[in-house]
């Protein structure tokens, strides 16, 4: 059983166009992260979400976290061929011995054509 | 500062056969972590160090993988005897601190060993 649902599972976009990632849960998380994976390299953090209904940005990504703290997006305005690459969401959930015991989403794998 | 390195790369080897990772964490990180990805699926938790000490090894699939983590330096994976279905990348990851959430002391990836048993 998927934990942590994520889609879509690929995404071919030109260049200047928009997408949202989702992150679905039916369980509560007490922070969700979200990470970007080139090929060879390991995932590299984004940002971390950790309130219910927070909203952060990094440059022309936006990032929420839902008010339940079952869900996330990641939002792209005006996708670059940069930003080409496999996009990963984890959620870590309740517990004081679940530190850095991370569930991840299967990815996204995104494709910005020029 | 150097990064979270994994060796080797890559490791082709037979059914039956043993293996062993290795996982340098960033200096000074106390928590190690062990993940890995099979073909088709997500990245799955395996188990986690603090200093030389298992914190959580709920991950781990069986008894054929053994993680050490002697002096509280560098971590090891063997898998022996090695399976079909051990086939995947093992992911390494460290962070600093102990205790308190992940988003407080983020983790480091390293970039991974590709494991194919054939």
């Known amino acids: 059983t998927q934990l942590l649902e994520q889609s879509p599972q690929f995404l071919s976009i030109q260049e200047g166009e928009n997408l949202t990632v989702y992150c679905n849960s039916s369980?509560?998380?007490?922070?969700l992260q979200w990470y970007r994976q080139e090929p060879g390299e390991g995932p590299v953090l984004l940002v971390t979400?950790?309130?219910?209904?927070e909203v952060k940005k990094l440059k022309r990504l936006t990032f929420q976290f839902g008010d339940a703290r079952k869900d996330s997006s990641l939002h792209i305005t005006a996708a670059q061929p940069g930003d080409t690459g496999l996009y990963l969401c984890?959620?870590?959930?309740?517990?004081?011995?679940?530190?850095?015991?991370?569930?991840f989403g299967q990815g996204t794998t995104l494709q910005v054509k020029p | 500062e150097a990064g979270v390195t994994q060796f080797p790369s890559h490791s082709v080897i037979e059914k039956g056969q043993t293996v062993t990772l290795r996982c340098d964490p960033i200096s000074g990180h106390d928590n190690l972590y062990w993940y890995r990805r099979v073909m088709g699926k997500e990245i799955k938790f395996l188990l986690h160090f603090v200093k030389e000490s298992k914190q959580d090894e709920s991950g781990m699939p069986n008894n054929r993988f053994l993680a050490e983590r002697t002096g509280g330096t560098y971590s090891t994976l063997k898998v022996q005897p090695a399976e079909l279905e051990d086939s995947g990348v093992y992911f390494c990851a460290s962070s600093q601190g102990y205790g308190g959430r992940s988003y407080n002391s983020p983790l480091h990836f390293g970039n991974g060993t590709r494991l194919t048993v054939t």
């Open positions: 369980s509560v998380f007490s922070s």
């Open positions: 984890a959620g870590e959930r309740g517990g004081s011995s679940n530190t850095g015991k991370l569930i």
């Open positions: 979400v950790v309130t219910g209904g």
